[in-house]
Nanobody, 126 residues
Framework: QVQLVESGGGSVQAGGSLRLSCAASGYIYSAFNMGWFRQAPGKEREGVAATYTGTINTLYADSVKGRFTISHDNAKKTVYLQMNSLQPEGTARYCC???????????????????WGEGTQVTVSS
């Protein structure tokens, strides 16, 4: 089993920044895929950014390219999401997800992930 705990959410004004963290624990002994997803009330879950902790490869949704950066610290088994230039449409609950053996879907497809954190709320006011 893998446990994921997010932190770093909060309320900011439009144009502001936040950095989310996702700490992984449990049965992790090698590199793994991790993604950040968000879901606003009444909307579908959206993949925001993803990475593989064994490389520097990343993938971003078009809506956040150039503003969000995903990174990881393997020693801490933690993945970060730096969010800059936040806009009100970025208001959502942000969750991290992980999978130990990738099954071939897009890294931004939530169906490809096995483990999920409970999420952290991000609210962006105009």
């Amino acid at each position: 089993q893998v446990q994921l705990v997010e932190s770093g959410g909060g309320s900011v004004q439009a144009g502001g920044s936040l950095r989310l963290s996702c700490a992984a624990s449990g049965y992790i002994y090698s590199a793994f895929n991790m993604g950040w997803f968000r879901q606003a009330p009444g909307k579908e879950r959206e993949g925001v950014a993803a990475t593989y902790t064994g490389t520097i490869n990343t993938l971003y949704a078009d809506s956040v390219k150039g503003r969000f950066t995903i990174s990881h610290d393997n020693a801490k088994k933690t993945v970060y999401l730096q969010m800059n230039s936040l806009q009100p449409e970025g208001t959502a609950r942000y969750c991290c997800a992980a999978v130990l053996l990738w099954g071939g879907r897009s890294w931004l497809d939530p169906e490809g992930y096995s483990y999920w954190g409970e999420g952290t709320q991000v609210t962006v006011s105009s």
